[in-house]
């Protein structure tokens, strides 16, 4: 065959799976199967039906962002370029007046804090995290209930976390020193000042306060609910509903402020921020994530997820001694979620045990637990902090979510929890 006929023949042939590529030699074509790199270093992957877990590795991106990654990692770019287009575009999907994409939440929360901090003082952005003698201020205030270990964040900067309860106590404690007024909107019940009070004490003082949204989506009108409200700063991850890159978050607000945060941000080499690095096919993928998420059809992905969650409970319900219950979280990871309880006389397995043989079975499938926040759990494994340890020793539950599921491993969840809760009997 002429090689004009060979190149004419290629064009009607089907598309080759995504794990082959195509080569022609003498004529003839033959197949590569990609590398697994995966499969290779033995590393175990499986089905997420626990959520959207940093040690879980979060998310799974969406073909059209992993496109973005893979088609802008052909170019070179200014980052302060794209962090300007990506930024403009992100302000105006989320009611802001300036966003930039960060390496996470807890890198907005930081950044944020900086650009508090120095303004676009250079030689302050220089100082950092050593705040003696140089003027800054050094405090940031939150309700004791809304002091949790991701506010680390702000320790980074140099600066103290002062814990308040009541409005009260948050004037004797505004000082000179104050730089923000932080809110966490995952713990928003459990203080006695919501969030329009803290919106409104803020600017009485004025004093730039903040809001902690990381995994607070959906619903997908919380990207702009808070920047409406008045928050002059609001922090977000990427790598979950949003299912944008892992190592992506956004932070958004007064233009002030984010500006001054880019100062303190990468390319620049001379920042506490300096380790935050974003590049420029993360940007540009959280973009592509956002603008997807804010456009979805939000109300047939719930109507899926139900259905998922339905068809899991659907069977096992009937079993001997099992109790189900669907909830859906106040804030929070807002996605219908599974609890399966069991009679221990009847089912002679704890939650934990259980887990482990959805674990370790095949094929291998992480179910949730304890419902507790992710700071519980110890660096690099699945152990619980010893100090929790005792509280769950016993809990004879798992809890299950749809919303991180691919197409039909719905089925494969609630056949396999079946069985094992059959088999333990």
């Not at 040690?55 to 962090?83: A, K, L, P, W």
């Not at 009070?197 to 808070?226: C, H, M, Q, R």
């Not at 990427?238 to 500006?259: E, T």
């Not at 110890?378 to 979510?401: C, F, H, W, Y």
Request: hydrophobic share 40%; with cysteine; net charge neutral.
């Amino acid at each position: 065959m002429k090689r004009r006929k060979v190149i004419q023949s290629l064009s009607t042939l089907p598309l080759i799976s995504s794990l082959s590529v195509a080569k022609v030699t003498g004529g003839q074509i033959s197949r590569k199967k990609k590398r697994d790199i995966i499969a290779e270093l033995g590393i175990r992957s499986f089905i997420n039906a626990a959520g959207t877990l940093t040690y879980m590795s979060g998310c799974i991106m969406h073909d059209e962002v992993v496109e973005t990654i893979e088609n802008t990692s052909r170019h070179f770019c200014m980052i302060d370029e794209v962090q300007d287009k990506v930024g403009e575009k992100i302000a105006k999907l989320v009611h802001s007046e300036a966003a930039m994409v960060t390496c996470g939440a807890f890198s907005a929360m930081t950044l944020g804090l900086a650009g508090v901090l120095t303004g676009l003082d250079v030689r302050k952005v220089e100082q950092l995290p050593h705040l003696a003698g140089t003027g800054m201020k050094s405090e940031v205030i939150c309700q004791k209930s809304h002091n949790e270990r991701y506010n680390h964040a702000f320790l980074n900067t140099g600066c103290t976390v002062v814990e308040v309860e009541t409005l009260a106590d948050v004037e004797r404690a505004i000082s000179e020193r104050t730089a923000l007024l932080h809110f966490l909107n995952i713990t928003a019940n459990a203080g006695q000042i919501k969030h329009e009070e803290w919106v409104a004490i803020g600017k009485k003082y004025n004093i730039p306060t903040s809001i902690d949204i990381a995994a607070d989506v959906p619903p997908v009108s919380n990207l702009w609910k808070f920047n409406d409200m008045g928050f002059d700063l609001v922090f977000i991850s990427g790598g979950k509903a949003m299912r944008g890159p892992q190592s992506a978050g956004i932070l958004m607000g007064r233009k002030d402020i984010v500006a001054a945060a880019r100062l303190n941000a990468p390319p620049r080499g001379y920042t506490v921020a300096r380790g935050h690095k974003v590049n420029k096919e993360e940007i540009l993928g959280m973009y592509v994530a956002l603008e997807k998420f804010v456009s979805g059809d939000h109300d047939r992905e719930w109507k899926d997820w139900e259905a998922q969650i339905a068809r899991i409970e659907g069977a096992v319900k009937d079993l001997p001694g099992i109790t189900t219950k669907v909830t859906i979280p106040e804030l929070g990871n807002i996605t219908p979620t599974l609890t399966i309880s069991w009679d221990e006389s009847i089912v002679k397995l704890t939650g934990r045990e259980l887990r482990d043989k959805l674990r370790f079975g095949s094929p291998s499938i992480e179910a949730g637990f304890s419902g507790l926040p992710l700071y519980y759990y110890q660096a690099g494994s699945d152990s619980i902090d010893p100090a929790m340890e005792e509280t769950l020793k016993g809990a004879n539950l798992i809890r299950v979510t749809a919303w991180m599921l691919q197409p039909g491993e719905d089925k494969i969840v609630a056949r396999r929890i079946r069985e094992e809760l059959t088999a333990g009997r």
